[in-house]
T-cell receptor
Framework: AQSVTQLDSQVPVFEEAPVELRCNYS??????LFWYVQYPNQGLQLLLKYLSGSTLVKGINGFEAEFNKSQTSFHLRKPSVHISDTAEYFC?????????????FGSGTRLLVRP | DTGVSQNPRHKITKRGQNVTFRCDPISEHNRLYWYRQTLGQGPEFLTYFQNEAQLEKSRLLSDRFSAERPKGSFSTLEIQRTEQGDSAMYLCASSLARRLAAFVKETQYFGPGTRLLVL
């Protein structure tokens, strides 16, 4: 069964500093990968997704992620964070051979941006 | 595109009562998903519909849970005889699945969720 591991439950960082949120998945089959952001009392918003092609994926709000098949990782990065980036970030995987396309989520990483 | 809406946004109930949540997907979307999110965890898949057909149910969906999408538009999720362990955020998502471009439009768009508290 698919699983997603987000190693850091919370990442504190100062404003304008770079940040990396780590995500590893366990799968021997082809997968699609996603990062979602959740602001307090809101649903999930898609930041970016990897389906195929270039392993470096750019998303909204200046975020990007790199797919590394050999390390089964999909880490999220931003070169300079803002206070408004404070939120919960979820990595998710979808099995490409599963026609449901259901998402399997990690437990989330809380990004806390300090002034 | 008005987005996915869910009602109510919050629900407090007593153990043993029945509750029903509603999800209105994006209008042209043929797929609708239900997820459950407990405190400090990521969402977990419960079930999904393609049009009005319920195609898959997670083992998390006990026999106290039932979901419907009668006309292939809105969906309801009912929990009978609620238990304290049912307390969670219930999220709905919708997507447009097309056979020829199967995944291009498959992004799931989430609603704001219904937060359930069972006392």
């Amino acid at each position: 069964a698919q699983s997603v591991t987000q190693l850091d439950s919370q990442v504190p960082v100062f404003e304008e500093a770079p940040v990396e949120l780590r995500c590893n998945y366990s799968s021997s089959v082809s997968v699609y990968l996603f990062w979602y952001v959740q602001y307090p009392n809101q649903g999930l918003q898609l930041l970016l997704k990897y389906l195929s092609g270039s392993t470096l994926v750019k998303g909204i709000n200046g975020f990007e992620a790199e797919f590394n098949k050999s390390q089964t990782s999909f880490h999220l990065r931003k070169p300079s964070v803002h206070i408004s980036d404070t939120a919960e970030y979820f990595c998710a995987v979808s099995d490409s051979v599963d026609s449901s396309y259901k998402l399997i989520f990690g437990s989330g990483t809380r990004l806390l941006v300090r002034p | 595109d008005t987005g996915v809406s869910q009602n109510p946004r919050h629900k407090i109930t007593k153990r043993g009562q029945n509750v029903t949540f509603r999800c209105d997907p994006i209008s042209e979307h043929n797929r609708l998903y239900w997820y459950r999110q407990t405190l400090g965890q990521g969402p977990e898949f419960l079930t999904y519909f393609q049009n009005e057909a319920q195609l898959e149910k997670s083992r998390l969906l006990s026999d106290r849970f039932s979901a419907e999408r009668p006309k292939g538009s809105f969906s309801t999720l009912e929990i009978q005889r609620t238990e304290q362990g049912d307390s969670a955020m219930y999220l709905c998502a919708s997507s447009l699945a097309r056979r020829l471009a199967a995944f291009v439009k498959e992004t799931q768009y989430f609603g704001p969720g219904t937060r359930l508290l069972v006392l």
